[in-house]
């Protein structure tokens, strides 16, 4: 099983600034990795695929990178609505998700 | 606009099986993988198997001697059964669909809570 491992746990930042989420991989996944956002009650919504490219209706100021086993997603301005927990996915081989990292506000 | 909905008890008792179903509206069932998800409350997310239009399955290897998965396009539902319910297993259970194209779950039910408790 890949293991994903996601720092940090929380990061507590204010409206307008930048998060940089961190996602590492226990061995390769190439570039089958997604970035999921979650809210209190909510079911998750894809943000970005296959490392880099945003799903339909997804803001610019999400972006992602990387390849291999070591991938980021950044929010370049956070808005009011941004701050949630954020899954890093792999389907390389079968599926499964990284821990989590909680933004919220400072 | 594809949307899905999960329905089934949320009370389940120890050793029983859990019986719940999807069900899928606004779109075909065709071409779509199906699976389930669940997750513990405050933590993370498991995928737990998943079945094609064609109903082929692959189950998450470290539950898959207690899972079934089955479905009914033409009551545009799919259901899972997962056996030998223990308190690990309480968390909210999510199924979700993707396109045959596309490798990422776009289209998610809102998530039912399973609690097993005697």
């Known amino acids: 099983e890949i293991v994903l491992t996601q720092s940090p746990a929380t990061l507590s930042l204010s409206p307008g600034e930048r998060a940089t989420l961190s996602c590492r991989a226990s061995?390769?996944?190439?570039?089958?990795l997604a970035w999921y956002q979650q809210k209190p009650g909510q079911a998750p919504r894809l943000l970005i695929y296959?490392?880099?490219k945003r799903a339909t209706g997804i803001p610019a100021r999400f972006s992602g990178s990387g390849s291999g086993t070591d991938f980021t997603l950044t929010i370049s301005s956070l808005e009011p609505e941004d701050f949630a927990i954020y899954y890093c996915?792999?389907?390389?081989?079968?599926?499964?998700f990284g821990g989590g990292t909680k933004v919220e506000i400072k | 606009q594809v949307q899905l909905q999960e329905s089934g008890p949320g009370l389940v008792r120890p050793s029983e099986t859990l019986s719940l179903t999807c069900i899928v509206s606004?779109?075909?069932?065709?071409?779509?993988?199906w699976s389930w998800f669940r997750q513990p409350a405050g933590k993370g997310l498991e995928w737990i198997g998943r079945?094609?239009?064609?109903?082929?399955?692959n189950y998450n290897p470290s539950l898959q001697t207690r899972i079934t998965m089955s479905l009914d396009t033409s009551k545009n539902q799919f259901s899972l059964n997962l056996s030998s319910m223990t308190a690990a297993d309480t968390a909210f259970y999510y199924c979700?669909?993707?396109?045959?194209?596309?490798?990422?779950?776009?289209?998610w039910g809102q998530g039912t809570l399973v609690t097993v408790s005697a």
């Open positions: 979700a669909g993707r396109d045959y194209s596309g490798g990422y779950y776009t289209h």
């Open positions: 606004g779109g075909s069932m065709n071409s779509y993988y």
């Open positions: 079945i094609s239009t064609g109903g082929s399955t």
């Open positions: 061995q390769s996944v190439s570039r089958y």
């Open positions: 296959d490392a880099s």
């Open positions: 996915h792999q389907r390389s081989n079968w599926l499964t």
